[in-house]
């Protein structure tokens, strides 16, 4: 789904081989990978080398640029601080792992950054894996409980710096399993926003073609966003955030959502522990 973020509609249409990404984090690459495939000029942004290396020798990562091998933080700050610095038309934040995120890259001054290295028209996709509420009680996913208030924390900021921005997750909801998990509601989800644009109204999606899938069934069933998320279901305001309910994660103010680690990379752990017996787990 992140490479939907080819299809959002801006005001200039530019085309793939004309186009410039800019991925922060790799995971296996199956993302910049497609990118590349498209003819755009990518860059990935990843700060452990073994990730790398592991995502060309076992996952084919495809490439047109060396590697940025170093912090995403202090790379965005370069950039965006150099009046010659790059520009991009498409950036892919993905830096999600293990029950918790690197909260740095989710602050204020960060999302700044990334906001001054979109060119105008451009859109950017923010991997974030806390669902919204559903049948009126908070739910617990990998990135941690909704009735904490650093989920909220993280979709406030964002839309602070990209008012433009609809929120997809990658299922719907399952009541079944929901039921079957206690009440958890365990997905992904991504934030899509453009540079340009006042309000989620104008962001749109122009629709897949074959060619946007690469020739693969993965694609077809999940490249196009489908299953969108009212934003409000996160913002509901909490008596403990502050003034006028508004809480945004600024640099050296980001306990809010670390503070829920712990408990976030249980509740990861616990999913993960049904992916592959416990067996293989325990010898790992």
Not at 55 to 82: I, S, T, W
Not at 149 to 176: K, L, Q, S, W, Y
Not at 241 to 248: A, K, S, T, Y
Request: aromatic share 8%; net charge negative.
């Amino acid at each position: 789904m992140l490479e939907a973020v080819r299809l959002i509609e801006t005001e200039k249409t530019v085309a793939d081989t004309e186009a410039t990404a800019l991925v922060i984090g790799l995971g296996i690459g199956t993302t910049p990978s497609a990118l590349v495939a498209h003819g755009i000029d990518t860059t990935v942004v990843e700060i452990d080398p073994v990730v790398h290396a592991f995502a060309k020798k076992y996952f084919q990562l495809a490439e047109n640029n060396e590697p940025v091998l170093a912090d995403a933080g202090r790379y965005a700050k370069k950039l965006a601080d150099a009046e010659d610095g790059a520009r991009f038309d498409y950036i892919v934040h993905d830096v999600f792992t293990g029950g918790a995120e690197p909260v740095d890259l989710f602050t204020l001054e960060f999302l700044q950054r990334l906001h001054t290295l979109l060119k105008p028209h451009g859109a950017i996709a923010i991997v974030n894996v806390a669902p919204p509420p559903i049948y009126s009680r908070p739910l617990l996913n990998y990135a941690g409980d909704l009735a904490l208030p650093g989920p909220r924390a993280i979709v406030r900021t964002v839309r602070t710096v990209f008012p433009a921005c609809r929120i997809f997750r990658e299922f719907p909801p399952d009541e079944a399993g929901i039921a079957a998990h206690g009440g958890s509601d365990f997905t992904n989800m991504v934030i899509f926003c453009k540079k340009a644009g006042p309000s989620a109204a104008a962001l749109t999606f122009r629709a897949a073609t074959d060619a946007d899938r690469l020739n693969s069934f993965a694609r077809r069933e999940f490249l196009e966003p489908t299953h969108e998320v009212r934003a409000e279901d996160f913002l509901a305001a909490a008596a403990d955030e502050g003034e006028d309910g508004v809480l945004l994660l600024r640099a050296n103010e980001t306990e809010v959502v670390t503070k829920s680690h712990r408990t976030s990379a249980r509740g990861h752990w616990s999913i993960m522990r049904t992916v592959l017996p416990s067996v293989v787990w325990e010898k790992w």
